[in-house]
C-alpha cells in the first residue's frame, strides 16, 4: 500500500557511493507520491555527502514502483504539476507546488522546490507486479 514504503540506499560503484530513492506503491491512497518521487529527484540533485562518504557518485537513481495506473497514465485524482506520465520529461529549473491554497500543503508538510535539470519519465512493464520509473538523476553542480 502508499503508506510510505520507501527506502534510502547507496551502491558502492567505481566512481563513488551512488545514492537510490526507492518508493514502492501498491494500491493508490494519497496524492502525494507524485509529489514525492519529484523531492525524491530535487533532494538527489543536491546530496553532496551521505553519512560518512565523502565523495558520491555524479550520478544517483530515483525509483517508482506501483500497479497504480493513475501514475504512469499522468491523471487526476494526482494533481497535474506532479504526472509522472510515460514519456513526459520535466524542463530544467521547472518550479513544483500544490496548486491548493492550503498553506498545509503549500509550505509545511509540502513546500514547493524546483529542479535543476530536465528528465524524461519512461515506465517499464514489470507484468502483473505493475510499471517500474527509473531516473537517472544528475548532480547539481555548485
Known sequence: MCQGSQARRSVEAPLGMTPIELKYCTHWKADT????????????????VA?????????????????????WEGRRPEPEPFWL????????????????????TRWWRYPPFHLSHGY???????????????????????
Open 51 to 71: 553519512g560518512s562518504h565523502a565523495a558520491l557518485s555524479r550520478v544517483r537513481y530515483a525509483i517508482f514502483v506501483t500497479t497504480e495506473s493513475v501514475y
Open 33 to 48: 507520491y507524485g509529489y514525492a518521487v519529484l523531492k525524491d529527484i530535487h533532494r538527489l540533485e543536491r546530496v553532496d
Open 120 to 142: 524524461q519519465f519512461r515506465w517499464e512493464s514489470l507484468g502483473p507486479a505493475g510499471r517500474c520509473l527509473l531516473v537517472e538523476v544528475t548532480h547539481q553542480s555548485r
Open 85 to 104: 506520465r510515460d514519456g513526459s520529461c520535466t524542463r530544467p529549473g521547472q518550479w513544483f507546488q500544490y496548486d491548493q491554497a492550503s498553506p498545509d
